[in-house]
């Protein structure tokens, strides 16, 4: 009966430590080997102080032998009852630079709710790549979309490539 006992003990200790609730951190690291350096995009909007929960660079390699990339960063803040997401895009990304909104080469799309229901698509700005060295993607942005203007926008997010 002993035997039960702690086998019965032992099975609920590994149950329970299975149940676990796993924690996630609300920010992660750009750099491999300094985890201070963190994934953020900040702006106004309206004149409303705008962060966000996620941000996120993609790329798509261009097919001729140009290297240049088609780059997209995406950032989204679920903080509020209503989720909101900045969508920026730059054809054929060379690097740092300037890019002017100039659609449908370099877009900016302030969304409302989830993406693809309340699309609001820039008629003017910039987005401008500071630096991309290392594993950092830095820039800027601001953008008139309809009826709201993003200004003072920054972000850093993991270079995609």
Known sequence: MNRLGVIIFVALCVATAACKKKVYTSVHSVQ?????????MTATVNGQSWQTDSAFAYADQITNDSGAYNLTIVATNKTGKIPTTVYLYITNYRG??????DAPYNTATYYIGSIGNNRNFAS??????TSDIAYNLLGTFNFTADSITVANGSFNVLAPY
């Open 32 to 40: 491999q080997t300094n985890p201070d350096s963190t994934v953020i």
């Open 96 to 101: 740092p630079n300037t890019y002017n909104i």
């Open 124 to 129: 003017s700005g910039q987005i401008t790549i």
